[in-house]
């Protein structure tokens, strides 16, 4: 991706737990057609599975973003620099049904084969879908996460991605 070097993931520096939880990271994934969306997120997560380095993220049955990370092969998870709450924020208000949210957050997209980055990303990270399935209601051992979250059933889809490369500034 023009503009960013690769290292590994052992090699990130900075703390994942306070980037997805505080900063929000931005979801993207490009479609067969060459269309792509984007959408925020604060949750999800990064370790070993399988003997590899993973990334996950859950994604709502109605986000549009939904449609383009099932079809796609690969996804990507972005940080934004500092200074882009505002584009995190609409890309976390707006859909991509109704809209061209990336153009109003006023973001720079930077497509790299089936990668979708950021010119304003700090780091993306591509990752490879190895895994995907929805939470089930019966699976919830603290019953108290469904009441607060599921509410409406809408449970997440989960996808597990190999991380397959990190590029930063
Ligand atoms: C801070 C923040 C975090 C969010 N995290 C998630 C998330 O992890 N999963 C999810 O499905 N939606 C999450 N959302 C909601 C989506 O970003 C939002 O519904 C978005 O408008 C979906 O856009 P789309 O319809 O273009 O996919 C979050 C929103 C905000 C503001």
Request: aromatic share 10%; glycine share 10%.
């Amino acid at each position: 991706m023009k503009g960013f070097r690769s290292i590994l993931p052992g090699e990130i520096r900075e703390n994942l737990f306070s980037a997805v939880k505080d900063d929000w990271m931005l979801i993207s994934a490009r479609k067969a057609d060459g269309r792509i969306n984007t959408m925020t997120a604060s949750w999800g997560g990064f370790g070993i599975m399988w003997g590899r380095a993973v990334c996950l993220c859950v994604i709502r049955p109605q986000r549009y973003t939904l449609e383009f990370v099932n079809e796609a092969e690969w996804l990507t998870l972005t940080f934004l620099k500092e200074g882009y709450r505002e584009a995190l924020t609409l890309c976390g208000r707006k859909s991509g049904r109704d809209c061209d949210k990336i153009a109003e957050a006023g973001l720079t997209p930077v497509v790299d084969g089936d990668l979708v980055g950021f010119e304003e990303a700090r780091m993306v990270i591509a990752g490879r879908k190895l895994y995907c399935g929805t939470f089930r209601e019966e699976g919830f051992l603290d019953r108290s996460i469904v009441a607060e979250q599921y509410p409406k059933g809408d449970f997440h889809r989960v996808f597990v991605c190999g991380i397959e490369d990190v590029l930063i500034r």
